[in-house]
């Protein structure tokens, strides 16, 4: 095996161990893992190429998907096919500047995928609470401003990341107990103090995270008050099936991003097997379920791909 000879690496490579404790099912994990990055590839182009196409779908709700759409094939190409690489292929390997490369990817375009959820809540309060003044209030420049600030906050807070780790000397094994580069995972390989970037790094998580997510519940609750008050009981009905799968959507994520998270900070008795697996799922699944959630239960985008492919039959 690589690992048992490589303790002393190159100073410019790391080593990924993977899932520790299930690398003899690293082959069979990878089966799952790349039928949904093949799901979350198709369904987010075919996202990104439908609202292109169609002139009548650049509305805020589908602008938002796109922003979403695109935040997913990044997250999810950034890690799945070198994590592939390493379940099929073994290759373990991967060099410093690649590795700090991926994880800026990672934890900024987390952190973009959070506040676009929290932009696409904004749009869903102001279309059902306020829906007379939905297109005027959230303007084609109101909504570009809105993606700038999301991007700009994800790249703002995350690019000292790397530099970071760049500067610290790593005197110890450069074996990465993980399938990816993760923060948490390197800065614990340097042989320096490392205790305010550690302590950086997670306030940072947390707090953008805490204050998407409570955002995001506040105007679920608003919409959820106007449902409710809607005249028409199958009106309530469709609203809150619409509501509730975005709703389970945005759960996957932030549980999964809050147990990686608070796992790091106070959870030392976790098997590391399981939170390696689900700081997996949190990169994995709303990439895979959100062009499902968001995509083919929406009526507008199911129609004009139905169409589309009605047209190439005939």
């Not at 098997?271 to 390696?276: F, T």
Request: hydrophobic share 50%; charged share 10%.
């Amino acid at each position: 095996m690589p690992l048992l000879n490589a303790s002393r690496p190159s100073p410019v490579t790391f080593l990924l161990m993977g899932i520790p404790g299930l690398e003899h099912l690293h082959v069979w994990i990878g089966i799952p893992f790349c039928s949904m990055y093949l799901v979350a590839v198709v369904g987010n182009v075919t996202i990104l190429a439908v609202v292109k196409a169609e002139r009548s779908l650049h509305e805020p709700m589908f602008l938002f998907l796109c922003m979403l759409s695109v935040t997913d094939l990044v997250l999810s190409t950034s890690t799945l096919p070198r994590m592939l690489c390493l379940f099929w292929f073994g290759a373990h390997d991967t060099a410093f500047d690649a590795c700090l490369t991926q994880m800026f990817f990672i934890h900024s375009f987390t952190t973009m995928e959070s506040g676009f959820f929290l932009a696409m809540a904004v749009d869903r309060y102001v279309a059902i609470c306020d829906p007379l003044h939905h297109t005027t209030i959230l303007t084609h420049a109101r909504i570009t401003i809105m993606g700038i600030i999301v991007v700009t906050r994800g790249v703002a807070f995350f690019s000292p990341h790397p530099i970071l780790l760049k500067q610290l000397p790593y005197c110890r094994t450069r074996i990465i107990a993980h399938t990816y580069c993760e923060f948490m995972a390197v800065v614990k390989l340097a042989c320096v103090d490392t205790g305010a970037t550690t302590r950086y790094s997670l306030s940072v998580a947390s707090i953008i995270g805490s204050c998407d997510a409570i955002l995001i519940a506040v105007s679920y609750a608003f919409i959820l008050r106007s449902v409710f008050r809607l005249p028409s009981r199958e009106a309530s009905f469709k609203a809150l099936g619409t509501c509730g799968s975005h709703v389970c959507v945005i759960l996957v994520f932030y549980s999964t991003a809050g147990f990686s998270i608070f796992t790091h900070r106070f959870g030392k008795n976790v098997p590391a097997h399981i939170h390696i697996f689900i700081a997996n799922m949190y990169l994995l699944v709303p990439p895979f379920l959100n062009p499902i959630v968001y995509g083919v239960r929406t009526k507008k985008i199911r129609e004009h791909v139905l169409r589309a492919l009605m047209v190439k039959v005939s």
